[in-house]
């Protein structure tokens, strides 16, 4: 049973900055992309970082780019979101996608 845990959100004045993380367990998390998704009040759902099997190719939204940071720890089937210059729009819940799964996601608050 694939299961995929967030950890790291919380509440964060704007250019500050947050590291996300994400543990997957019942896979071989090596054989797996893995992405970074938002969903912010009021907002569509968003993909804001992709990160291959190997961790030497990435993606970003354009929304984020420049500002995030998306990595893998395959020995630790843990992914990271390193988000830097966190601006109010960052806000929303923060899901971590392996193996066609979702977590529950970690809430990011970014306000003064």
């Known amino acids: 049973q694939v299961q995929i845990v967030e950890s790291g959100g919380g509440l964060v004045q704007p250019g500050g900055s947050l590291r996300l993380s994400c543990v997957g367990s019942g896979i071989i998390f090596s054989d797996f992309v893995v992405s970074w998704r938002r969903q912010a009040p009021g907002k569509e759902r968003e993909v804001v970082a992709v990160i291959s099997m190997a961790g030497s190719n990435t993606n970003y939204a354009d929304s984020v780019k420049g500002r995030f940071t998306i990595s893998r720890d395959n020995a630790k089937s843990t992914a990271f979101l390193q988000m830097k210059d966190l601006k109010s729009e960052d806000t929303g819940v923060y899901s971590c996608?392996?193996?066609?799964?979702w977590g529950q996601g970690t809430q990011v608050i970014v306000s003064s």
């Open positions: 996608g392996v193996a066609g799964e």
